[in-house]
C-alpha cells in the first residue's frame, strides 16, 4: 500500500473532490492530536536572543512541525507540493483552501456559462428546461464555498 491515504481510511480516498469534507475531516485529525492550535495561531515571539531557549518557542515549533506533516499525509501527490512548499501549517492549510477555492471558482464560472446558454430545444417543455437548468445548477460547488480555519459553510 501506497503512505497516500495511510492516515485517512480508504473510504476518505475517494472523497478527494469533496474538500468541505476533507476540510472537516483533516480539522477533527488535527484537533484530534492536538496540533489545531499551530493551523489557527502565528508562532510565538521569543523573549531571548536565543530562540531555541525558549520552551514556548520549542513547543509550538514541534506542535508545527507535527501538523504540518498530519496534513501532508492526508492529501492528495497533486496536492502534496502545495503543502510541502511551506514552514507553518497555517501556511499550508491557507495553500490548500486557495488552491480548492480557485478550482471551485473555475468550476463555478464554466456552469454560470452553461446555464446562461441554455435553450428551450424545439419539442422541449418549459418543465423539462427547468429540470435542466436544476440539474446544472446542482452540479454547482455550493455555489460560494466559504473554507475558514473555523467553519465550512455554504451561502447562496
Given at each position: 500500500m501506497s503512505d497516500y491515504g495511510r492516515s485517512r481510511g480508504p473510504w476518505l480516498a475517494?472523497?478527494?473532490?469533496?474538500y468541505k469534507v476533507l476540510a472537516e475531516y483533516q480539522r477533527a485529525q488535527l484537533k484530534k492530536e492536538k496540533l489545531w492550535e499551530a493551523v489557527v495561531t502565528d508562532r510565538p515571539a521569543s523573549g531571548s536572543d536565543d530562540k531555541k531557549a525558549d520552551p514556548v518557542v520549542e513547543e509550538w515549533d514541534a506542535m508545527n512541525e507535527a501538523a504540518i506533516a498530519t496534513i501532508q499525509i492526508s492529501v492528495t501527490p497533486v496536492q502534496f507540493?502545495?503543502?510541502?512548499?511551506?514552514?507553518?501549517a497555517k501556511e499550508a492549510w491557507n495553500a490548500l483552501m486557495g488552491m480548492f477555492e480557485a478550482r471551485d471558482n473555475a468550476q463555478v464560472l464554466r456552469l454560470q456559462e452553461e446555464l446562461s446558454s441554455l435553450k428551450k430545444g424545439d419539442d422541449e417543455s418549459i418543465i423539462e428546461l427547468t429540470s435542466r437548468a436544476k440539474i446544472i445548477r446542482t452540479s454547482w460547488p455550493c455555489s460560494a464555498t466559504l473554507w475558514t480555519t473555523t467553519r465550512l459553510r455554504c451561502v447562496s
Open positions: 475517494q472523497l478527494d473532490d469533496d507540493n502545495t503543502v510541502t512548499s511551506v514552514d507553518t
